[in-house]
């Protein structure tokens, strides 16, 4: 049974940094690209970063270039994303998702875990 299972949210003040961490479960994390998305109130979800299968490619939404890294361990089945200088537009929920590179992008593919919630303010 896949199941994706984020955590490391919180309330933070602007400027400040958060690790969000996204263990997966039921197939091989190496195996797949893997990818962050996030969904402010009354916005659509939209994407954030996305790496290929061993991370040596990454992608980035612009608002996220220079601010978040997106990595992972395949060893512990583990994606993270490090958001860094985090303001107020970035509140959200963050998902992480499974995924493919396709035409020299990431394109999310199917699963998707529940959220963790990301609110930064003073």
């Known amino acids: 049974q896949v199941q994706l299972v984020e955590s490391g949210g919180g309330l933070v003040q602007p400027g400040g940094s958060l690790r969000l961490s996204c263990v997966a479960s039921?197939?091989?994390?190496?195996?797949?690209?893997m990818g962050w998305f996030r969904q402010a109130p009354g916005k659509e979800r939209e994407f954030v970063a996305g790496s290929n299968s061993n991370s040596r490619i990454t992608y980035y939404a612009d608002f996220a270039k220079g601010r978040f890294t997106i990595s992972r361990d395949n060893a512990k089945n583990t994606l993270y994303l490090e958001v860094n200088s985090l303001k107020p537009e970035d509140t959200a929920v963050y998902y992480c998702n499974r995924g493919y590179i396709a035409d020299g992008a990431y394109r999310q593919l199917d699963y998707w875990g529940q959220g963790t919630q990301v609110t930064v303010s003073s």
């Open positions: 039921g197939f091989p994390l190496d195996y797949y690209a």
